[in-house]
């Protein structure tokens, strides 16, 4: 384990299990559909790497990158475009691909964006969720965990850019961010 975290929450074993299970879960629930998946750039690069190597319908794979945290651990409430989607999404199946929701701020106003081009449909598939933490309303329509208030790192999530590549989700120790 990285000397920076406290405890690994969720083992590289857990994630790829759940993985393969969302993987069915959405091959289900869009058979017969094509799917165009939006990568929130850059926590859910892992995340979707894996994800659409679990899916067995057809799918396009976009990004975008908004901004969140900067350098904190707590959301501003801010949220600034730093790069747009390549394709248009009119009319087409969405599928929003998100590391982590947390007070739900940075979902809300990039779901509300993207229903304002008018795909067809629009759902949410995110790895890791902090219910307790909402302060909009806002349901992911697949969920990995459900994980308590605590700042996490690994599996594509960072904390100043540090830790992405750790293959567990571990809490990061309190100190590291001066807390
Ligand atoms: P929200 O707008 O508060 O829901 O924030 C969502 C974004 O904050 C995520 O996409 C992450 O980039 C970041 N974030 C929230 N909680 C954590 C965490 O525990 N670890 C790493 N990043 C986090």
Redesign the pocket.
Known sequence: MHNDLESILIAKEAIAAKVAELGQQISADYEGEELLAIC?LK??IIFTADLLRQLTVDVSLDSISIS??GHS???S?V?RFLKDLDESVEGRHLLVI????????????LTENLWSRKPKSLKICTL?D?PS???VD?KPDYVGFN?PD????GYG???AERYRQLPDVGI?RPEVYGE
Do not use: H, M, P, W
């Open positions: 929130v926590g859910a969140s945290y651990t707590r959301s409430g949220v998100e590391d982590i929701i947390d007070t739900g701020l940075t979902l809300k106003y890791l902090k933490r909402r302060q806002l994980i605590r700042f996490v790192v999530l960072d904390y990061l």
